[in-house]
């Protein structure tokens, strides 16, 4: 048995978390370069909570130059035990309105411009991505995010794109009708794999604020329009993390799905063929196995 800590990893809108007892921004050096913010550090009743702004205060981050790997890795250094993702997100389907919140247990990655993993040559690793989600963790959101009275849908495939432009209509028709995909953003991927190869229990909460540009009634996406969606947004949001203590409790059993052991036979290269350098760099995401 381990002691909990949540961190939240907070997107457009959400740059803090009310009420954290002992709240304090603290600095985290990490082999991958700086974080996207310092990362506000407290409890909440009576269990751990890590907080990091996705894009920083002040929204200074692409989501192309968001440093993923800097992020995971200064949470693992911190000692958190679970990852909860809140992003703002467009939504293909009619039910899945703006205001709503996915609970999101599938991606399609589209991005191309990212380092997406933390090995390479000198140690090479195959993490299992199939189920990217932790049911556990997103279970817990999804009675959190009911506990505070939000519309919300068990499950949802997120489409990850690029950006920073939204989609043509052209692209909005195929995610949504050829892909089958529920809901658009750009910044999940590859958070949820770096997540996966640090053997971080991860779930992925979509906040949709607009229709992409599918919707014959709404036309091409407005920042207007998200914006004012987002504030509301926001303050659910910080209402669903609230509840998450008490749910998840500050003691933690190992995950039931494996995924704080999800390097265990990952790892390919030969102990002896291993590169120095690459194993100094991953003593915090693999330092239970290396």
């Known amino acids: 048995m381990t002691h909990t800590k949540i961190a939240v990893i907070g997107g457009s809108g959400i740059y803090d978390i009310d009420g954290l007892e002992g709240a304090d921004w603290v600095t985290v050096d990490t082999p991958w370069g700086a974080p996207?913010?310092?990362?506000?550090?407290?409890?909440?009743?009576?269990?751990d909570m890590v907080f990091l702004p996705r894009h920083g205060r002040g929204h200074v981050h692409a989501p192309t130059t968001v440093p993923y790997r800097a992020n995971i890795d200064a949470l693992k250094r911190l000692g958190v035990t679970d990852v909860i993702s809140i992003s703002?997100?467009?939504?293909?389907?009619?039910e899945m309105a703006p205001g709503d919140f996915v609970v999101v247990d599938q991606f399609i990655d589209r991005t191309f411009a990212r380092e997406k993993s933390f090995f390479g040559t000198g140690c090479v690793a195959h993490v299992s991505v199939a189920h990217p989600t932790c049911p556990r963790l997103s279970a817990a959101c999804l009675a959190a995010a009911i506990d505070a009275g939000i519309t919300?849908?068990?499950?949802?495939t997120y489409l990850a794109m690029e950006g920073p432009q939204f989609s043509t209509l052209a692209e909005s028709k195929m995610y949504r009708e050829s892909w089958g995909a529920d809901v658009i953003g750009m910044t999940n991927m590859p958070e949820a794999k770096l997540a996966r190869e640090a053997?971080?229990?991860?779930?992925?909460?979509?906040?949709i604020t607009d229709y992409d540009s599918w919707h014959p009634d709404?036309?091409?996406?407005?920042?207007?329009q998200i914006i004012q969606t987002l504030m509301g947004n926001a303050d659910k949001g910080r209402d669903m993390v609230r509840r998450l203590p008490d749910l998840l409790g500050a003691d933690r059993a190992p995950c039931p799905h494996g995924c704080d052991r999800a390097l265990e036979y990952a790892i390919l290269t030969a102990p002896e063929a291993r590169d120095p350098a690459l194993m100094a760099k991953l003593d915090a995401v693999a330092g239970r196995l290396l």
């Open 36 to 47: 996207s913010d310092q990362l506000l550090t407290g409890r909440l009743s009576g269990v």
């Open 88 to 94: 703002a997100c467009g939504s293909f389907r009619e």
């Open 152 to 156: 919300v849908h068990d499950g949802g």
């Open 199 to 207: 053997e971080l229990c991860y779930a992925s909460v979509a906040m």
């Open 218 to 224: 709404h036309g091409e996406v407005d920042v207007t």
